[in-house]
Nanobody, 122 residues
Framework: QLQAFGGGLVQPGGSLRLSCAYS????????MGWFRQAPGKERELVAA????????YYADSVKGRFTISRDNAKNTVYLQMNSLKPGDTAVHYC?????????????????WGQGTQVTVSS
């Protein structure tokens, strides 16, 4: 079970921190990802991380602004989002999967959280 928290309304340039608690984590899932989906657009991978070693991947659109991290002891993954832009507005989902953090397709992820809305607007 994945549960995402932390979305909300923020002004451009502001920050938000998303959390994803993974209860009942299995060792069949070695990666975690944060995806987002804006109205009328496809779901896209924003960032991903490996549980073991902590290697990370970022979409070009968020590099230098977002940071993904994990707490293995708490089975929790975070997404720190800084310098937010109106284009970041979307429902954000966390997901768990097995494979490579560099493969951005949602089909690699087996378990999904419920989504949390991030709105960047003045």
């Amino acid at each position: 079970q994945l549960q995402a928290f932390g979305g909300g309304l923020v002004q451009p340039g502001g920050s938000l921190r998303l959390s994803c608690a993974y209860s009942g984590r299995t060792f069949s899932t070695n990666i975690m990802g944060w995806f987002r989906q804006a109205p009328g657009k496809e779901r896209e991978l924003v960032a991903a991380i490996r549980w073991s070693g902590g290697s990370t991947y970022y979409a070009d659109s968020v590099k230098g602004r977002f940071t993904i991290s994990r707490d293995n002891a708490k089975n929790t993954v975070y997404l720190q989002m800084n310098s937010l832009k109106p284009g970041d507005t979307a429902v954000h989902y966390c997901a768990a999967g097995q494979g490579s953090i560099y493969y951005p397709h949602p089909s690699q992820y087996n378990y999904w959280g419920q989504g949390t809305q991030v709105t960047v607007s003045s």
